[in-house]
């Protein structure tokens, strides 16, 4: 709380204004002599903007990297697609179904098994990719102020995980993760997120049409 002499040099002020005929709030004068509160802890904000996008109903996550972009649809329920090329994937609890072009859907189990090999693959490095990058603990991070990315106004911030790895986490005004890069030459370098709450739960495709 502002002490005795400010708050009688503020009731002075206000006053004085106020015999000159100008218009004034008290209530911002006051709000101005009050403490200004501490930021919040910068790991506690990149915490909770992973747990909002967790909360959502949907979101994309696409990974990119080599001049390649791989999205992923994931729903509340854990379910995703995954578009690799012109190849389809769908992966409904531990079932995996995969549609190329001209085909039907088909499991992936009755796929020749360089078809498995290949999606088990890519499936595998996307889930990983999400897993490690919305991770809650283990972590500490530091505010690196704004940046604006596809006219966006961003919060950034670094992340540091154990003595050796760090990534930069891109938050939205709305408090949700909207980019994740990382060092190293992966295919997972940046990690965008968008589309949020806007798909449609993914269900096992058998009965859709070929395309």
Known sequence: MPDAQAWFETLALIESLRRKGAVIMVAIVAAALSAVPAAANPTDEVRAAILRLEHLSSYRMTAMGHGRSYPMDVDRNGNVRVFYGQVEIVCVGPTRFVRTPGSNWRRLADTPEKVVSTVNFVV????????????????????????????????????????????????????????????????????????????????????????
């Open 124 to 211: 595998s490095r996307l889930l990983t990719a999400q897993q490690q990058a919305l991770g809650l603990q283990g972590f500490s991070a530091a505010d690196l102020g704004t940046r604006t990315i596809d006219r966006e106004s961003l919060r950034v911030y670094r992340r540091t995980i154990g003595t050796t790895y760090s990534d930069l986490l891109y938050v939205g005004l709305d408090g949700v993760v909207r980019r994740i890069t990382g060092p190293g030459e992966t295919e997972t370098d940046v990690l965008a997120f968008s589309s949020f709450n806007a798909i449609s739960a993914i269900r096992a495709p058998l009965d859709e049409p070929v395309h």
